[in-house]
């Protein structure tokens, strides 16, 4: 059997991986027609609070310690609140920390889905700096692609995975995200054990704000008429997606977004709360002499069957570049939050 090591298929300089949300309850009234997507969007994403990315010791000139570790502090650990005072950038922690004289700090933190409360005293460092001993992160910024808009409900969906932390694995904590227009003008293409990108820059145009982040997607308003130019596309239910030809709609260039070919390989999984629902491989001469197969930044990437929008690209296999999994479109409209 052949081993199957993945990346998410989305560009960033922080990178998006897929995460695993709490179960929600699925909305009642989901889309039949959407406009299709495809096209490239930058995200500049900004935490509720700060997460955890690693716990690392330090020397005080007489010994290693880590200060966060020891008042319980944990990987992963979305940080809130320092006492009375809200914490959303890491020049707050440095700032909290700096000012603490060696008291306890009292921390509010929230640990899958629970609020806590951690006490951490800051020691210092032999150049007589207070540290905590953890690094934090406060936001990311990277490029992505649109899957669909519903211009009935006003909203987008994207990437078919979750902005989660790069060291971490969790989803991030949606704080507040602006969309703006992004342009694609360079490929990097993908080999074995090396994925891909498509290399671009931020318009400045802002489009929307994203109102949602979880494991199936990205959701967020758009302004005005910005995302509504795509055709009208039915979507298809999960047991309407059949191995065999396909194509995804995707933008590699400056211009405009184009159809390439590709196979369903294989139906994996029917979980409505999994993002790799199928395989996708592909079969496009154009995609393949461009970009090796599936590169980061094709994170959801709408993918069409007999005339429906089946799903969307979610990941990339790291040993086979050419294959990757799809998430279902039905899925994605069931998972937004009304």
């Not at 960033?12 to 009234?29: C, M, N, P, Q």
């Not at 880590?66 to 990987?75: D, E, H, N, Y």
């Not at 795509?230 to 396909?246: M, N, Q, W």
Request: glycine share 12%.
């Amino acid at each position: 059997m052949k081993k199957i090591v993945k990346t998410t298929a989305v560009a960033l300089s922080v990178t998006l991986i897929a995460g695993i949300s709490a179960s929600k309850a699925y909305s009642a009234e989901q889309s039949d027609t959407v406009r299709l997507g495809g096209q490239p969007f930058g995200v500049r994403f900004y935490n509720d609070g700060v997460v955890v990315t690693e716990l690392e010791d330090f020397f005080d000139g007489c010994r290693y310690l880590c200060p966060a570790r020891s008042g319980g502090l944990k990987t992963g650990d979305v940080i809130k609140a320092a006492g009375d005072r809200q914490v959303k950038t890491n020049e707050d922690m440095q700032s909290i920390t700096a000012d603490s004289s060696g008291k306890p700090i009292c921390f509010t933190v929230e640990r899958n889905g629970k609020r806590l409360e951690r006490s951490v005293t800051p020691q210092k460092n032999i150049s007589g700096q207070y540290l905590l001993g953890a690094w934090v992160r406060d936001s990311c910024a990277g490029i992505g692609t649109v899957t669909y808009y519903d211009d009935d409900r006003n909203y987008f969906a994207a990437l078919g995975h979750g902005i989660c932390d790069a060291d971490t694995g969790a989803l991030m904590p949606l704080g507040s995200a602006e969309i703006v227009r992004a342009s694609i003008n360079s490929v990097t293409k993908s080999a074995a054990g090396k994925p891909g990108s498509l290399n671009g820059y931020f318009t400045g145009e802002s489009i929307g704000e994203l109102t949602d982040n979880t494991s199936l997607g990205v959701y967020g308003k758009a302004q005005g008429d910005a995302l509504d130019e795509g055709r009208s596309v039915e979507i298809a239910d999960f047991d309407e997606i059949k191995t065999g030809k396909a194509e995804i709609f995707t933008t590699i260039t400056e211009g405009e977004p184009e159809y390439y070919t590709i196979e369903i390989t294989d139906i994996c999984n029917s979980s409505p709360e999994s993002n790799e629902n199928f395989v996708i491989k592909i079969t496009d001469k154009r995609l393949l002499d461009e970009c090796g197969g599936i590169v980061q930044g094709m994170s959801g990437s709408p993918i069409i069957q007999n005339g429906k929008l089946v799903g969307a690209v979610t990941h990339v296999f790291l040993n086979s570049p050419k294959e990757g999994y799809g998430v279902s479109a039905r899925y994605m409209v069931s998972n937004r939050n009304e």
